[in-house]
């Protein structure tokens, strides 16, 4: 079983390709600077290979793409098929009280994550953008799951996770 783990940030995408049966990372990199000027991806294999590739990066769903291309690659790829992959699993910062666990996506799941755009704004944005890259890029047959940083933190008693600030804010 082959996991790819994706770090979406506003104007960067963090991969892992782990094969789950030795828990050994096949490939890992970076794309940076999406939307911006002097894109690149950054490839690196567990056997040593180190790649880096510009190539313009509008938004997210090329980002993926190009994650595609370089894991396929016919001279340094780590796997012939997409369909090797069995599940993508994405970081989320802010699940807010919301998602207290690790979760499937559906479109519910992405509302409720957008939903909370406001108490992390740079980061679910982009976690959102992600997701549906990932979607667009690998279909809708690989299983995404979203873990959320927040959700660490929710078995913590109450008195450990509130900040010292007017209750009335935490109801907002």
């Known amino acids: ?3 790819l783990v994706i770090n979406a940030g506003s104007s960067s995408l963090k991969y892992q390709l782990i094969d789950m049966e030795n828990e050994k990372t096949l490939a890992k990199g ?3 600077r999406i939307g911006l000027e ?3 991806l950054t490839y690196k294999t567990s056997n040593g290979i ?6 313009d990066l509008p938004n997210h769903t090329k980002a993926f793409e190009q994650v595609e291309k370089a894991l396929q ?3 340094y790829g780590v796997i012939k098929s997409i369909e090797e992959i069995s599940a ?4 989320i910062v802010q699940g807010g009280a919301k998602f207290l666990n690790s979760i499937l996506v559906t479109n519910d799941v992405i509302n409720g994550i957008e939903e909370l755009i406001p108490l992390a704004p740079l980061h679910n944005h982009a976690h959102v953008q992600g997701i549906k890259a990932c979607i667009n890029t690998f279909g809708e ?6 873990v959320f940083d927040t959700a660490f933190h929710s078995t913590m008693p109450e008195k450990a996770y509130l900040y010292p600030i ?7």
Request: glycine share 2%; aromatic share 12%; hydrophobic share 25%.
């Open 1 to 3: 079983m082959k996991i």
């Open 30 to 32: 970076n794309c940076e």
């Open 38 to 40: 002097e894109s690149f």
């Open 50 to 55: 180190k790649k880096t590739i510009h190539v």
């Open 73 to 75: 690659h016919e001279e």
């Open 88 to 91: 993508v699993g994405h970081r």
């Open 141 to 146: 047959e690989i299983p995404q799951v979203v």
């Open 166 to 172: 007017p209750y009335e804010y935490y109801e907002k």
